[in-house]
């Protein structure tokens, strides 16, 4: 029989493991996980774990879910993967209408890409094409402050988490970053987007946002108020409007996109993480026929987009991504979702009267608990962390911020177990 | 029934697909897939279509293979996925420890990621990290004139192929290219490379190369010498070589590992495309204790290498490569290949006689077929793949280069096959 003790010295013998300090690991409990079953993992030794941020906000309707599963079974005995350039396949076709559908009107063109980062990449790469395709250099790009939009190179240039970012800045090409919605207040905001889109004229190909959540950013939040008066700065300014929705889309805020809440159409719409049901990498880009049509031409013109990975159009990640469409439709997981974001939120208002507790904010299915009077170097979010998987609750605090971000599946009692896990870690704290 | 015009209508109104003039579709063939059965592709009209070129070299062991979907499917049942921060599974472990087998004693630690570009971005944020931990800031990565290494901006960056690279210029972060052996052979290469190393001293990350072929750049292949004695200069100006084994990995050039036959070990080592035996998206990179040593440390001193994906170690795409490790060892595929190879040169050679080919070359499961004699606006290769696909094979040349690059479950028959209608393709242009 394995055991944890085992797995963890064969798993640290080699692996590096993603945004973590590995020393950081001679301390913390380092969970080797045997399987998954709804919104719970089980670990080597026979604990269980409440999924309670759907492991890495990827996860939409529980681990090993059988409606996917079968989905999948059924394509690896059909078709794995083929090349997606000059050949394609019912998956992704379907899953393009799907989209299509879902989302506004404009966005009628879908490009592949495997993950978050490369979406994003992508996005910023049409967005400058577009515009050299009609003979302009307009090198800039402007997100904003506290933003992260993945960890590639292009990606981590408009991202503004100086965690992730600040120690490559000489490998990174120079973006513009205009103060955040979500911590100077939206009118603020505005200003200092419209001073750099003024002072940058002519030079700025795109503006990206993760649309009402900053999430990476401390699950910062804003109104839908300013992505639309930010769309109309843009217009005026005649920049494109990128929305990274990787972390926001698929009902994350309640919406099928967040977007939907600002009424607004962006130029590019990124999207990843939930699109697979929490299952395999997979990100789309969508964007117009007027996007589209600028590097519609002959081949000799040299404006085509040659962007390529080998996995793109990838029909098992594609198949899961129907299968996930099929469970919002049958399912009807959006309205079901507005009674658990209700519970969710009173939930949450307890938190207020915690003398450490700066505030308490939502959207949708994603709930945060910021707190106070905590240093960094305390780090306080990794004693949450260690207390909540002591008691059986994955969190992954961001800081000082302890959050919740459950699988769709989530009931009412563990919605309450997981907050009242949080609750007591951070009154143990007090 | 659905029909190949329909699926083809259906996905031209929305799919924007890859590395395409989404133009040039209006006249080529455009090929939806219905299902795919070892080396075959079938599509909506029942055509069959040998795949000579292993779905952009990414399957080694056939569409839908019966032993990679058996574990496919128990995997799914069991955990689809997890996050890869502080949590681990067994898929991952296993596949860790037998790389850290197949590959140099140095290579004992393995970070995750999603695609091939995201593989080279980590080895470039990780060497140039390296450096700036100890205190030194080295901005430049030095990388060979005609190479290909993705298409996120870090990795675009690195490349020199004009056709996907020169648009974005001013959107890409400057670094050194260096004469490719395979245009100018090894001495004058090495002199280009020490100048540069020269020049920059100090300044240098690392050194990237694509290991004995460089693929994207027209299958031009070059002596395993020139790598030894790269990795000697390296050690001399004291810079990191990242070996970018993404397409020549996993027994393309006949060993395991291309850079076995130079007998060297990177610093960095990247893997994707067939790792997962055509099915999934997938890539690692591999490093040394020493570099995991130089940012192991209290999480305060900030020398974390905090990158990640959300799909980062995901378990579908472990178990599939577990599953094509296992097929490489229980069936003994390089020893099989060995013949294969041989098959493969002894079809070459009747190419050579033909008045518009200029040389053939070959390194282990990988031939190419160069023409002479035609501009780029002739765009030959296009003129090859139609005629393949007529007769029931899948070329897709670059430029004026025919090559194929078949998966290993290859017969002699279907080797005969693919190389006849190349043959006749390029025979029919004279």
Chains 1, 2 share one sequence.
């Not at 490009?111 to 090198?139: H, P, T």
């Not at 911590?183 to 503006?207: H, K, T």
């Not at 889309?249 to 607004?264: K, L, P, Y």
């Not at 004693?383 to 909540?388: D, G, K």
Request: hydrophobic share 40%; net charge negative; proline share 4%.
């Amino acid at each position: 029989m394995l055991t944890n003790k085992e797995m963890r010295e064969r798993d640290l013998a080699h692996i590096w493991h993603p945004c973590s300090q590995m020393k950081d690991y001679e301390s913390l409990p380092f969970i080797p996980i045997k399987s998954g079953k709804g919104p719970y993992l089980f670990d080597f030794d026979g604990k269980r774990y409440l999924d309670a941020i759907s492991s890495w906000w990827v996860n939409l309707f529980g681990h090993a879910n059988p409606y996917i599963n079968e989905r999948i079974k059924a394509q690896v005995d059909t078709l794995e993967h083929v090349i997606f350039a000059g050949f394609t396949h019912e998956p992704a076709i379907r899953l393009a209408e799907r989209l299509v559908t879902l989302t506004p009107d404009k966005l009628q063109k879908l490009f592949f890409a495997d993950n978050g980062s490369s979406a994003i990449e992508i996005a910023l790469k049409m967005s400058f094409q577009y515009y050299k395709n009609g003979g302009e250099v307009r090198d800039i790009f402007i997100s904003l402050e506290n933003s992260y939009h993945g960890e590639t190179m292009g990606a981590l240039a408009v991202g503004d988490v100086a965690l992730y970012k600040e120690i490559y800045n000489e490998i990174l090409i120079k973006t513009v970053q205009a103060k955040s919605p979500a911590l100077v207040g939206s009118d603020e905001a505005l200003d200092s987007m419209e001073r750099l889109l003024q002072e940058y004229e002519g030079r700025v190909s795109a503006v990206v946002i993760e649309p009402l959540v900053q999430c990476a950013g401390g699950m910062a939040m804003y109104d839908a108020s300013y992505i639309s008066d930010l769309k109309a700065l843009c217009e005026v300014y005649g920049v494109f409007l990128i929305a990274d929705e990787i972390a926001v889309g698929f009902g994350r805020t309640g919406t099928m996109f967040a977007c939907e809440q600002a009424d607004i159409v962006p130029d590019f719409l990124c999207l990843s993480k939930g699109i697979t049901g929490g299952y395999l990498p997979l990100s789309v880009v969508m964007t117009s026929d007027e996007v589209y049509n600028a590097f519609y031409c002959d081949y000799s013109e040299g404006k085509s987009f040659l962007d390529s990975h080998s996995y793109t159009g990838n029909a098992l990640g594609c198949i899961a991504a129907n299968a996930t469409l099929d469970i919002f439709e049958n399912e009807r997981i959006l309205d079901a979702n507005l009674v658990k974001i209700d519970i969710l939120g009173a939930l949450l208002q307890r938190f207020e009267a915690l003398p450490n507790v700066l505030e308490t904010r939502q959207r949708g299915m994603i709930a945060a608990v910021e707190l106070k009077g905590y240093r960094p170097e305390e780090r306080i979010g990794l004693q949450i962390y260690r207390y909540a998987l002591a008691h059986g609750v994955l969190l992954r605090p961001l800081g000082n911020v302890v959050y919740f971000m459950p699988p769709y599946i989530v009931t009412e009692e563990q919605l309450t177990e997981m907050t009242d896990v949080a609750y007591e870690a951070i009154k143990s704290l007090i």
